[in-house]
């Protein structure tokens, strides 16, 4: 199982970020997909997931986020994304592709650094 995170960087508040996962592995067109964060000195913290297939492919983000990121997948390209506007400072953090197989799998994250 690999998952690799790119797309982070430093954004202007106010700006946005597209973030994406490459996964390869597993059977990524029937695993549900999560994205989560992490702020220097804090714990990680869960921010969106989407669900597999056509007809539950569902997805949710954490309330502190909602109506400013969207989680969405390509399953013929293995990939998840996670778009992000209107970053505030308080997004700053290390954001992580995650899957459970069993046991949870991790990619090494991208750093995202919301400042003026």
């Known amino acids: 199982v690999q998952l690799v995170e790119s797309g982070g960087g430093l954004v202007q508040p106010g700006g946005s970020l597209r973030l994406s996962c490459a996964a390869s592995g597993f059977d990524f067109g029937k695993t549900p997909m999560s994205w989560y964060r992490q702020a220097i000195g804090k714990q990680r913290l869960w921010v969106a997931t989407?669900?597999?297939?056509?007809?539950?492919?569902?997805?949710n983000v954490r309330d502190a986020v909602k109506g400013r990121f969207t989680i969405s997948r390509d399953n013929s390209q293995k990939m998840v994304y996670l778009q992000m506007n209107n970053l505030s400072p308080e997004d700053t953090a290390m954001y992580y592709c995650m899957t459970n197989l069993q046991a949870n799998y991790w990619g090494r994250g991208t750093q995202v650094i919301v400042s003026s």
């Open positions: 989407i669900g597999w297939n056509r007809t539950s492919s569902s997805s």
